[in-house]
């Protein structure tokens, strides 16, 4: 690498401990490297995408400088999107091969285009992609059930899931938030918008039972924080909570908590939320300890099985590395990601109590 690529690398992606200026631009390559020509961004070369993680890795590449490569990822998304405003779940070369449509991969969009703009200020662009935006929210929101939760899943033959994952409705309300910035950026007011978000939170919040258990799942445990509906004292009590059943000392953050698997986009995930409530040495320490996954050409593997001492799967993911790069960018102050990921700047929709939930539902709750 010469000395004028590692300056090219912003200072914000240099985290003592977790990358240097040349490691960072090493795995910012790893991720150009396996985007298509269209813009696509596969898990990896010859790999599937599908519309969450690719979104995951653009904002990587906008946190990196790299605003033309993102720009062309959000691109694809607009040139893919169905007519409904939705995505297929699952992609590979370019074609469609799960045509079932998951809410939050949906709802995405909003939080990779207001990312991408902060990150640019590009008014063209966010006029470009706003009717795809606007689509996509519509699509999610019209699959909003009664208690303010949404629906995880249109099946291919149209029919709605009837029950809502926690971690996707959390990654939607950080959505739903983000695409109102946009909304209100653009001065195209979305009241049924803000309801929904609204409703949205106050579910999360409050009444978990109205979420499918997935508690064995680390990102159940982290999303509420990382979605933005938990912040101060609610938030900080969910992270102790969940501490010692996920977190490995020294490895990372188990995917679910009754397997010895860690893995790295749960762990740079979790670094996110941390560093969200104020909690950046512990960030800091996740990041360092998920160095092992970290392949010489500057990718990360998915996962380690450390009863095993064996990585699983053999694969090293755009998303793993993007969500690493996201972690490290938000402690280093970027604005867009500090701003995305902080969410106090965010519009937070409108304020729902369980009253207002039952008079809008015709029943008790």
Known sequence: MTAAEEAAVPDALVLPGVLDAAQAAATVRTILADQRPDGAIPWFTGGHLDPWDHTEAAMALDAAGEHQAAEA???????????????????????????????????????????????????????????????????????????????????????????ALLTGSSSILHALRCALAVADHLEEPQPDWELAAGRLAHAIAHHPERFLDKSRYSMDWYYPVLGTALRGAAAERRMAEGWDRFVVQGLGVRCVSDRPWVTGGESAELALALWAVGQSDRAVDILRWIGHLRHPDGSY????????????????????????????????????????FGGDQLPPGLAVADCCEAARDGSRT
């Open 73 to 163: 990822a959000y691109h694809w998304l607009a040139a893919a999107q169905n007519a409904d405003g939705s995505w297929y779940a699952s992609y590979t070369d370019g074609v469609p091969d799960n045509r079932a449509k998951e809410t939050n991969f949906c709802a995405y969009i909003a939080v990779g285009a207001w990312h991408h703009h902060l990150a640019t200020g590009d008014d063209i662009f966010l006029d470009r992609i706003w009717p795809a935006v606007r689509r996509a929210i519509d699509f999610v929101v019209g699959l909003q059930l009664p208690g303010g939760a949404i629906s995880w899943r249109q099946e291919e033959d149209g029919t709605t899931a009837g029950d």
């Open 301 to 340: 593997w998915t996962g380690y099985v450390f009863e095993d001492d064996a990585v699983w799967p053999e694969e090293r993911t755009t998303w793993t590395a993007g969500s690493l790069l996201l972690a490290v960018a938000a402690l280093g102050g970027d604005h867009a990601t500090a701003t995305v």
